[in-house]
């Protein structure tokens, strides 16, 4: 057999932990889904949240939900639920944070915990999170030879 008739399922960066396609595509599915409910709170593609530093990140992590779908998508899928652990993470931190303390120069959300856009965006980034982390942990599968 020829080198590229081999199937991509002996690829062996496609036997990496999570390369199951229906986690795959939730994953990817969930990363795409984080992504749009922060274009939505911002207001936009095209607009920057106040303060400045808030509205940067939110656009990192739209850009970083998408590569991280696209990794997913990809057969990465050890940088995909890497990248996809963080896009669950970081928004999750970022609302306990700007809910409870507040964040430099930003207080706006401060006790507002029932939001229903954020409620939404914490059960979709939990959802992620809980399917990224063990699947990351995992570590690479072993075929048996």
């Not at 399922?9 to 390369?19: H, L, W």
Request: proline content about 8%; hydrophobic content about 50%; glycine content about 14%.
């Amino acid at each position: 057999m020829s080198e590229s008739a081999v199937p991509s399922s002996a690829d062996p960066v496609r036997q990496e932990a999570g390369a199951g396609w229906p986690a795959r595509w939730a994953g990817a599915l969930l990363c795409l889904v984080v992504a749009g409910i922060h274009v939505i709170d911002q207001g936009g593609f095209t607009v920057t949240r106040d303060p400045y530093y808030i509205g940067i990140a939110y656009h990192v992590l739209e850009i970083a939900g998408v590569v991280a779908a696209v990794l997913l998508l990809a057969g990465r899928v050890r940088a995909g639920w890497l990248l996809a652990a963080g896009v669950a993470a970081g928004p999750l931190l970022g609302y306990v944070l700007s809910r409870g303390p507040g964040l430099p120069h930003y207080r706006d959300d401060v006790g507002n915990w029932t939001e229903p856009l954020g409620l939404v965006s914490l059960a979709v980034e939990g959802a992620l999170f809980l399917l990224a982390v063990p699947l990351l942990v995992r570590g690479p599968r072993r075929r048996p030879r």
